[in-house]
């Protein structure tokens, strides 16, 4: 695993949580991250792209409710996400685009989001 999530729980319809994506040691400097959620029975689905850039790109259902933030140096990643509906509920990863397009990725983190 290169790119590691955590932060997901359990939450009521409109309540908030923060996922965190840490990347193991040495892995490369990625030219973008993104953030893809999977739900029950679905395809896994990209949510948000994050540019080396700095250039961000949401899925228009979250676009107004989620914010993520990239911090190059040390390749941490965070995903505030608010208003959290049950539509929401999903394994959450996060991944470098070198990484998704070679079809590898490490641990999710699981959001739940009851009504």
């Known amino acids: 695993d290169h790119f590691v999530a955590s932060g997901g729980g359990l939450v009521q319809t409109g309540g908030s949580l923060r996922l965190s994506c840490v990347a193991r040691?040495?892995?490369?400097?990625?030219?973008?991250m993104v953030w893809y959620r999977q739900a029950p029975g679905k395809q896994r689905e990209l949510i948000v792209h994050?540019?080396?850039?700095?250039?961000?790109t949401y899925k228009e259902a979250v676009k107004d409710r989620f914010t993520v933030s990239y911090a190059n140096t040390n390749k941490a990643m965070f995903l505030e996400m608010t208003s959290l509906q049950p539509t929401d509920t999903a394994v959450y990863y996060c991944?470098?685009?070198?990484?998704?397009?070679?079809?590898?990725w490490g641990q999710g983190t699981q959001v739940t989001v009851s009504s």
């Open positions: 994050v540019a080396i850039s700095g250039r961000t």
């Open positions: 991944n470098s685009d070198e990484l998704t397009s070679r079809g590898e």
């Open positions: 040691d040495g892995t490369a400097i990625p030219t973008g």
